[in-house]
């Protein structure tokens, strides 16, 4: 054999694996040896998910190897650099797998993705067949190194590739395929591959399985289901959105417990992560906002009310999945959280709004398991109170009024803008608190900090309703809480800051439309005897094509407007525009303070470049 640097390479790589076999299938126990089988199985899955594979058959030898065969194109054969096949590349060489492969990424793959080079190493003997261009080439190797050259042994008008391996019992503690495991994760891979026939056939006990869904996860839950009483078929979908792909079953049943199971480009994700956390916040999110359409005095649901009875698969393929966690399987890619939690949202909304019926089953049950949460807690308060005395904040200037409905919360930027609030508002049912301004620099500290613990310690106890999971909209002690800032770039910002504050801790405030941002003036305009407040720069045009020159005086801020005009312009409820804010805005807010926090500058410099206008005016 020539000696060759490509030769060397290989024979290192080869070392490397066998010296630390865990690092490359995290172990040599039981895990470790499947995951050999994992690995070859992907690739046929690879194929059959790449839309050429339609049949995988899996056999459990008598000699103690496992084979794997598939009616995919087959590995390709054609020489590369120094006579190597690619064949042979892929079969010895570390990583090789992705370069052969024209996809942008590996949908399946091992925990580790670590390729077939890996499991050729562990190996004490490993055959390769592959059937493409009218012949069968055929290819053995023994503990990684190749034993033949690539040759022709026979002709064949099909194609697809047999691979077949020993696993080597000088590397691994016990080398004894088990069969229920092989089962278990076969029958998962044919849920979540729908159309795609995988057979089983174990020499060693005779047994035999074959598995085939035709309607994916669809089949799969109702499996999960069986002999559970169920509130209504199940809802599924199936979207890509970007780089992603999102598919989702759902089901309510009456048991007392839930089973969501979480699987990442065909990975199960036994620690669940991110893509289960944008699940669980669109679903609660949908059920809460047909409630809130359709129910009359509604309650909303928190996360916890809908986990009895719930069962769920969500299988989400994206381009570089990251996993994190005790066992490596929780996945932590923050971008899939929220493509899910939207996609979940608007179709399981959509849904819901189709078959009311079941909605109002599904919610019903859900509002039982509430009240009986609450009642626990309630329970559990009524113990914990007698120790604590709810103090206002101090800078608060309440309000008399005791009908919450009524009673509204100004949030005021800057001690001066504060106290022109306080002397200009109905001290009847309208409460200021003044906050600290000019909160400009949120480069990477997170926003508790940039907005001050005491800030939003003063808005937490003066809204009185909790915040996080334990946040009670019936608990509010205001029936609109109102954000006014400067009508400049800091108020813009300072409100983002805010709007980002209460979309992650006190959500329901906006969902149940108790949040609002109040819309100073921009411009005072005299003409003569009359005075003109303009709200826009469209409006202000607008005026002045219609009366003509006049006096333009133009507000920074609100500390330029006295009691009065603050009062007619912006407090008072006859005169003043007040928006409500929507989860959108607020989640617009989020994703603009994400990026403005976030680590990568460039990032930051090219969002801020773009949407300029936008972070100018946020609200409108
Ligand atoms: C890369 C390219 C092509 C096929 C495969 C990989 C392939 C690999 C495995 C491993 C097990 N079964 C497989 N089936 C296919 C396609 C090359 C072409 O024909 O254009």
Redesign the pocket.
Known sequence: MEYSAEHIEVLSDLEAVRKRPGMYIGGIGIRGLHHLLWE?VD??I??AL?G??SKIKVILHDDGSAS?E?N?????TEMHSLGKS?LEI?MTKLHA?GK???KAYRVSGGLHGVG?SVVNALSEWMEVYVK?DGKIYFQRFERGISKTSLEIVGESGE???I?RFKPDEEIFETTEFRYDIVAHRLKELAYLTKGVTIELIDERKNKREVFHSERGIMDYIKSLNRGKQKFHDPIYFHERVDDNEIEVAVQFTNSDHEVVLAYANNIHNDEGGTHVVGFRAGLTRALNEYGRKFIKKYTPLSGLDIREGLTAIISVKLPEPQFEGQTKTKLSNSEIRKAVESVVYRRVLEWLEENPDSANRIIEKCQTTRKAREAAKKARELVKRKSEVATLPGKLADCSSRDSSERELFIVEGESAGGSAKQARDRRFQAILPIRGKIINVEKAGLMKVLRNEEVKAIISAVGAGMGKEFDVNRIRYGKVIIMTDADVDGAHIRTLLLTFFYRYMKPLIEYGHLYIAQPPLYRVRKGKKTYYVYSDAELEDLLSRIGNAEVQRYKGLGEMNPEQLWETTMNPQNRILMKVTVEDASMAEELITILMGEDVEDRRNFIMEHSAEVKNLDV
């Open positions: 070859v690739n046929s690879d194929e790449a050429f594979c794997v598939d995919g194109r087959g590995i390709p690619a892929v797998g052969f492969s024209k077939v493409r194609t697809g590739t691979v």
